[in-house]
Nanobody, 125 residues
Framework: QVRLVESGGGLVQAGGSMRLSCAASGGTFSGYAMGWFRQAPGKEREFVASITWTGRSTYYADSVKGRFTISRDNAKNTAYLQMNSLKPEDTAVYYC??????????????????WGQGTQVTVSS
């Protein structure tokens, strides 16, 4: 059973940067793709970014492309989301997720079985 814990959220001004971390524990991390999703009040959880186990492939939502970067350090069982040029519309609870089922596109909530508890990111204007 994989356990995921996010950290690094908080309050930042528009135009600022923030880095989120997602630490995995409780089992082997080998082979797991990692994803970041976010959910704003009154909205559905939406895809932000994902990265395959090897790190060779990354995927981004159009709304964050060019501003956010996903990465991972498999030796530390940790994934990261570097967020630059933040906008008020990026305000949400950010969740990391993990799974390793074959044939996934890694952009849908239904493709991830393990989830963290979320971390709040608030961008003030």
């Amino acid at each position: 059973q994989v356990r995921l814990v996010e950290s690094g959220g908080g309050l930042v001004q528009a135009g600022g940067s923030m880095r989120l971390s997602c630490a995995a524990s409780g089992g082997t991390f080998s082979g797991y793709a990692m994803g970041w999703f976010r959910q704003a009040p009154g909205k559905e959880r939406e895809f932000v970014a994902s990265i395959t186990w090897t790190g060779r492939s990354t995927y981004y939502a159009d709304s964050v492309k060019g501003r956010f970067t996903i990465s991972r350090d498999n030796a530390k069982n940790t994934a990261y989301l570097q967020m630059n040029s933040l906008k008020p519309e990026d305000t949400a609870v950010y969740y990391c997720a993990a799974d390793r089922r074959p044939g996934s596109t890694w952009i849908s909530t239904t493709e991830f079985s393990f989830w963290g508890q979320g971390t709040q990111v608030t961008v003030s204007s």
